[in-house]
């Protein structure tokens, strides 16, 4: 098995790169998804974060409020940390099960984990390779107030909130520039698809 890390800053193409590396045959195993799954309702996680920050962050149908907690984390580093520290030992701990499932299946798989905060979480995950989607900022928030409907300011803080651009490309064995047209973008994933191939 290989075991390549994808990371990128909100809207930097991450997603495309990832459905482009499923469809050669990669096995996705999303981080964001894993996160909505370890603070479910009944989860020890979200048990956790209500102890943490108030039932307030808990909506009505028992659900994690993530607006509600969002409006409370970001922007407050130390808020987040806390935070941060609930889930992201929940995702470690779901995401490298997952990565069992996929080598016992093929042991030749090339398993891509999607994960934005890669930086952030500072987890010790044995990366044979990381790829780091990379916009700069201008591209980013336009994006996120075209695709996302945004204001602003909001998509900035959003960015800001995030590791720099400078700290996710220092991690990055590859980058894969996505400021450019799809077809760009696309023709360097494929090329990264043949690498690994190669290398299998």
Known sequence: MQLIGLTGGIASGKSTIASRLASHGAV??????????????GTPALAEIARAFG??????DGTLDR?????I????????????GITHPAVLRESTARFRAAA???SEAIVVYDVPLLVESANEYPFDLVVV???DAATRVARLVELRGMDEAEA???ILSQASDDERLAVADVVIDTDGSLEHTLQQVDALWDRLRASA
């Open 67 to 71: 607006p509600a907690l969002g409006a």
């Open 55 to 60: 039932d307030g962050v808990i909506a009505a």
């Open 28 to 41: 996705v195993v999303d981080a964001d998804r894993i996160a909505r799954e370890v603070v479910e309702p």
């Open 104 to 106: 016992d299946a093929d």
């Open 156 to 158: 900035e803080r959003r």
């Open 73 to 84: 984390v970001f922007g407050d580093a130390e808020k987040l940390r806390v935070l941060n």
């Open 133 to 135: 989607a990379h916009a």
